[in-house]
């Protein structure tokens, strides 16, 4: 940031136009007067490498990096954080001076700020959390619960092995659960979270019987396209706390905006309001 060059970040993806990134960035450069950009960027997977490599040359100080490449880029940076390599996957890179491709993955940060600050009523210590899927928003979703210290974590994913590769990676506060038999142990949980894109707009709806909801449960779902899907419309009228998703797209975002810009930025309404808009 002390040199003369316009400073740019970006996001890399295939799709990419439906990425929200771009607005949240893009209105915190300029709610906090820095003189940057940030680009979304549709790249092919046999091209990724090369843009990488290059982006630092064109003045870029960064990229998230979202679907279908967040495992990839894994094996082309060239240092990795402990909370990435525990995840096995990267959603944020910083292009350093000495020219090494830094990788974290922040979205464990964001998914439990989220949780933090819309249901702080809720203790990580306080009984079993559910959480439904087992792809990478859920390894990140597993990782920050169990550095919080949750008891138990109850997984349940529509493939049973693929939940029980995660359990090998995470240890003994994991359970796996038949899907099936996930509307039977909701109502022992504290917390319920649904990783998995059931739900989202123009995907199937989530079909598991939610009667087991109620009140004192806090209920999240990472989708936010709708805002409020079936499954928090359903815990709200139980009288669960319901957390949307896009609290944790917003927090997710702030680590690497202060790497790259030099500012810590704040999310709020304002900022959420930017995002809908």
């Known amino acids: 940031m002390s040199d003369s060059r316009i400073p740019l970040a970006g996001v890399i993806g295939s799709p990419i136009a439906h990425s929200r990134s771009p607005r949240l960035q893009n209105y915190w450069l300029k709610r906090y007067g820095i003189q940057g950009h940030y680009i979304p960027m549709d790249v092919a997977r046999e091209d990724l490498e090369n843009v990488i490599r290059t982006l630092p040359k064109l003045g870029f100080v960064g990229v998230n990096i979202t679907i279908p490449y967040k495992e990839t880029v894994m094996g082309i940076v060239d240092q990795i954080t402990d909370r990435a390599t525990l995840i096995g996957a990267a959603n944020t890179l910083i292009f350093r001076r000495d020219g090494k491709i830094h990788a974290d993955n922040t979205d464990g940060y964001g998914f439990f700020e989220n949780l933090r ?57 994991v359970t796996v659960v038949d899907w099936v038999q996930a509307g039977n142990i909701i109502e022992n949980a504290e917390l319920v979270v649904n990783t998995t894109s059931l739900g989202m707009t123009g995907k199937p709806e989530m079909r598991l019987p939610l009667d087991g909801l109620r009140k004192g449960m806090t209920v999240t779902d990472l989708v936010y396209s709708p805002l409020k899907t079936h499954l928090l419309q359903t815990a709200e009228t139980a009288g669960c706390t319901v957390v949307d998703g896009l609290g944790m797209l917003l927090h997710q975002a702030v680590p690497g905006f202060e790497r790259w810009f030099g500012v810590r930025p704040d999310v709020d309404d304002a900022t959420r309001a930017a995002v809908m808009a």
């Open 117 to 173: 600050s819309n249901a702080p009523d809720w203790d990580p210590k306080a009984g079993p959390v559910v959480v439904l899927g087992a792809g990478g928003a859920a390894r990140a979703v597993v990782a920050s619960l169990n550095g919080a210290g949750v008891p138990e974590i109850l997984l349940c994913n529509r493939t049973r092995a693929r939940a029980e590769r995660l359990k090998q990676d995470f240890g003994l506060r």
